[in-house]
């Protein structure tokens, strides 16, 4: 059997397509529902992963029946209105997909009061530092 330089460059290429095909499988699917599966054990809930949109739909039709309505003069609370999509998800469930990435949102007052209050969890850095990190 001879061995060609065009089967050579077929092998190459066949194994660079298969490489490329295995890493937008895992990608758009495998990664999604390991993390998914990852989350619910932890005690997340949430809606189930969507190819490559995810929860992009609700969120536009959930955004644009909210700008559709008058909004309550009476209350100061707009994230109905600015953010309908998080706004519902985060009181429905724990957990919303945007793309292939989950996102989990956790909004206890409690867990936030504790994050801020606690200076020995974070580090500010001085202004000198910052004013250097833009230079």
Not at 34 to 46: D, M, P, S, T, V
Not at 94 to 101: A, D, F, G, I, L
């Amino acid at each position: 059997m001879e061995v060609t330089v065009s089967s050579i460059v077929t092998s190459i290429a066949l194994v660079t397509l298969l490489t490329c095909a295995w890493r937008v499988v895992n990608w758009v699917w495998l990664r999604p529902k390991q993390l998914e599966k990852w989350l619910r054990e932890q005690g997340f809930k949430g809606n189930p992963y969507k190819v490559l949109y995810g929860d992009t739909k609700e969120m536009t039709s959930m955004t644009r029946e909210s700008r559709s309505k008058p909004m309550d003069t009476s209350s100061d609370d707009i994230i109905p209105r600015v953010l309908p999509s998080h706004h519902h998800s985060v009181h429905l469930h724990e957990m919303q997909h945007c793309k292939p990435t989950p996102a989990a949102s956790h909004l206890a007052d409690e867990a936030i009061s504790g994050i801020l209050s606690s200076s020995s969890s974070s580090v500010l850095p001085s202004p000198r530092s910052l004013a250097l990190s833009f230079c």
